[in-house]
DNA sequence: ATCAAGATTACCT
DNA sequence: GGTAATCTTGATA
């Protein structure tokens, strides 16, 4: 038996490749903690933005006050309000002042799974089914966590919120499309998800 | 000051 | 598969 302890990614893995962090920080694991208790998803499905080049990126036009927080170097928390209801989490990549981004779009729940689905629904499941609608979308699983604005800028490298190496996965477990809900640049093949897993957010 | 758009979701047929 | 809900933001005047 052979036993992985998962460290917490340093600020090195944040701040290389885009479309290499983004395929990486598949089957990674997403800790929050929340007062005594420590949430945590394996992140099935991200997409990635880029600043200088990709039309749909927040960062495309350049900083404004929301999306400032895209021109840190990597490792840090990118959480933005939309649609009048929901919050985002990215995972700011690269070097400083470039602007680039994975947006998290699912996950697949592990610790503290009781409180994502008081956090979500504000009761008990009523079917079982309902686990699999508690973190397939990037706006649920912020509700689902209790990400919102107060956490846009987090330091990734602290211990608020974080993510833990997992093993590398293998590139035939990982499927490949377009992005999801853009107007803009929607050609780049830049989803990236772990095929076959229940709580990516569109099969 | 006003306005249109938005990296979504839930609910409808 | 279609669409209403809801409000912040950035752009324009």
Known sequence: MIFYK???????????????VARDLLGKVLVKKSGSKILSGKIVEVEAYHGDY????????????RNEVMFNEGGYLYVYF????HFCANIVVGK???GIAVL????EPMKSIDVMIKNRFGRKLIHDKEKYNLTNGPGKLCQACGI???HNGVDLTGNEIFILNQPKLRSKEIGVSKRIGITR?????????????PFVSRR
């Open 6 to 20: 998962p460290k917490k990614l340093s600020r090195q893995f944040y701040t290389r490749n885009l479309l290499f």
């Open 54 to 65: 990709d039309q749909a990126s927040h960062a495309f036009k350049g900083k404004t006050n």
């Open 82 to 85: 939309t649609y009048g209801a």
């Open 96 to 98: 400083k002042d470039k």
């Open 104 to 107: 998290i779009r699912a996950l």
């Open 148 to 150: 919102n604005r107060k």
């Open 185 to 197: 640049s929607v050609n780049l093949q830049w989803r990236f998800f772990i095929k076959g897993n």
